[in-house]
């Protein structure tokens, strides 16, 4: 069984920066491609950034890419998401997965998941 706590959303103005962390509960941490999703009111989640068990792939949305960064600490057992630049548009509940395996960037790929934090950015 795989237990994953999100922290560290927020409310922040626009062009700010926050981070938000995954703390994982499983034995062997360092066997699972971990990945971020989104999901705005109204919308679909969605895809955010992705990382390979060793942090050496890693993945993200077009509309991410050179402002968010993911990165995995797996003596911590836990993925972050540097977000820089924020925009409005990425006000989402923010969600950490895992699955065993290579990387993905499809959801339905993903076996467990975390509870969601909330991230809210301001004009």
């Known amino acids: 069984q795989v237990q994953l706590v999100e922290s560290g959303g927020g409310l922040v103005q626009a062009g700010g920066s926050l981070r938000v962390s995954c703390a994982a509960s499983?034995?062997?941490?360092?066997?699972?491609?971990m990945g971020w999703f989104r999901q705005a009111p109204g919308k679909e989640r969605e895809f955010v950034a992705a990382?390979?068990?060793?942090?050496?792939?890693?993945h993200y949305a077009d509309s991410v890419k050179g402002r968010f960064t993911v990165s995995r600490d797996n003596a911590k057992k836990t993925m972050y998401l540097e977000m820089n630049s924020l925009k409005p548009d990425d006000t989402a509940v923010y969600y950490c997965?895992?699955?065993?395996?290579?990387?993905?960037?499809?959801?339905?790929?993903?076996?467990?998941w975390g509870q969601g934090t909330q991230v809210t950015v301001s004009s």
């Open positions: 997965a895992v699955r065993f395996g290579i990387v993905s960037v499809r959801s339905t790929e993903y076996t467990y």
């Open positions: 499983v034995r062997t941490f360092s066997s699972y491609a």
């Open positions: 990382i390979s068990w060793r942090g050496d792939t890693t």
